[in-house]
């Protein structure tokens, strides 16, 4: 019977022209164990090809190749590619998850569907008011989805939710049927806060600290710009920016100023720029005060907050320097928004800021209902407090470095975090976090820490997961 049934697996697999498997990996040359470059395994061929396509970058004196796999001229979601590589010691890590054997049938569909886009969004349009009504689509791509056992392909929508407070991504079938619908709400109601020494009527912003202004009068800088929905960016002749407090216009000066600080420190502490100016939008929601608060594709926005849950977003140092972290860790990582990724940002978004402010208590200038929203000095252990949810379990990574901080000091630890998401990686798991952790302690740090980050990993029960 075994001997029969043996027969049969081996038959149906080998009668299967299109083996469709995916395929994880992840090494690094730091890692116990891992003395020689192991190579990378069965799929050497398509990575040849990805490492050709795809424009490397430099962050921190390596080099960075980052992308995600197309077949076809497709994105394939689920997978990506990354190696790190350094001129004096070459590669030294590198990780990937890439699928091979999409049926022709899939790929076949998936240039239908590229064909017939227009009509198809038009399609969508009639039945779904939120896309007729949404100010603007920010993408159409067709996207290949493999992380199921059979291989689909999507007309891949997204645009900003009409009241601006969410990012949605429509996935659409080639009868024009929207099948899936993902969107993330970046608010700071689930997300981040972060210090400033005082508060921002007590700091009262002084305009030598608005560094690198174009000089025209209007407050911007090369890496920086401001606006509002209702009110027009402050401009002043001079350069001086003095707005009374009780002025809606006092926001944009605020929260600029909190983001330029933030600019400056991940220069001056870590030595990384984003290589592109970002954008603060404020007062969204108009006259109907929201409490959005997040990033998206190097634009910051922000509610004044309803008064209810949140008073004064612009003006919570916390809050803002959150959002434009986000920045700094999608240009380390890679890493997005959702699911376990979406830990990892938030996480990291909280540390940073955090580890800039002196404070771990998020959110405490402007939530209203506790003295804070969140705070990453705790004792969540991954052994028993994950739960899979985007904000608790990135409460159980912010606050093992947290931890780190305390024993290492703020230089080593935000150092140690920068190495960490530039080898994580845009796929990076949560379980990756021990293997990642001690193989960037290895090369980061004197061998007289290392004992101090495997303390670490034991306490917040990483080492029993
Ligand atoms: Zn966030």
């Not at 969508?124 to 920010?138: D, F």
Request: net charge negative.
């Amino acid at each position: 019977m075994k001997h029969l049934l043996l027969f049969l697996l081996v038959g149906s697999l080998w009668g299967c022209s299109n083996n469709f498997h995916s395929q994880q990996e992840r090494w690094s040359a730091h890692s116990p164990g891992a003395e020689e470059f192991a190579g990378y395994g069965e799929f050497e061929a398509q990575i040849a090809e990805l490492k050709i396509k795809t424009a490397h970058q430099e962050i921190d004196s390596k080099t960075v190749i980052r992308t995600q796999q197309k077949v076809a001229g497709f994105s394939v979601e689920g997978t990506w590619f990354q190696e790190v590589s350094s001129e004096e010691s070459g590669i030294e890590s590198y990780s990937y998850q890439l699928v091979e054997g999409i049926p022709e049938s899939v790929i076949h569909s998936a240039h239908e569907i590229y064909e017939n886009r227009e009509a198809l969004i038009e399609v969508v349009r009639g039945s779904h008011k939120v896309l007729k009504n949404s100010p603007k689509i920010e993408k159409v791509e067709v996207v290949l989805e493999a992380d199921e056992l059979s291989p689909k392909a999507w007309l891949k929508v997204s645009f900003v939710a009409p009241d601006e407070q969410s990012i949605v991504h429509f996935y659409i079938n080639a009868a024009g049927r929207v099948k899936r619908t993902r969107s993330w709400r970046h608010n700071f109601t689930d997300g981040v806060g972060f210090v400033y020494d005082s508060s921002p009527e007590e700091s009262d912003l002084s305009e030598q600290m608005l560094k690198n202004l174009v000089g025209d009068g209007k407050l911007a800088s090369k890496h920086l710009s401001v606006e509002s929905v209702i009110q027009p960016t402050p401009v002043s002749e001079d350069n001086i920016f003095k707005i009374s407090t009780s002025e809606r216009e006092f926001d944009l000066l605020q929260s600029y100023f909190f983001v330029d600080q933030m600019i400056s420190w991940f220069q001056e502490e870590l030595n990384v720029s984003l290589g592109y100016s970002l954008n603060i939008k404020v007062h969204i929601g108009g006259e109907k005060p929201t409490n959005a608060a997040f990033f998206y594709a190097g634009n910051i926005r922000l509610g004044e907050g309803d008064g209810k849950v949140y008073q004064k977003i612009p003006r919570d140092p916390s809050i803002v320097s959150h959002e434009a972290s986000h920045a700094y860790v999608e240009k380390l990582s890679g890493l997005g928004f959702d699911g376990e990724a979406g830990s990892y940002s938030e996480a990291f978004s909280d540390f940073f800021t955090a580890a800039r402010l002196g404070r771990t208590d998020m959110g405490y200038f402007s939530y209203m209902r506790a003295p804070y929203k969140r705070n990453i000095d705790n004792d969540m252990r991954a052994s028993k407090d994950l739960r899979g949810k985007k904000y608790n379990d990135s409460l159980v990574i912010s606050s093992t470095f947290w931890e780190l901080k305390k024993l290492l000091g703020t230089k080593k630890a935000t150092q140690l975090a920068k190495a960490f998401l530039i080898e994580l990686g845009p796929g990076g798991k949560i379980k990756d976090l021990p293997e990642v952790l001690t193989s960037v302690t290895r090369a980061q740090l004197p061998s007289e820490d290392h004992h101090v980050v495997e303390s670490v990993l034991e306490q917040k029960g990483w080492r029993s997961l």
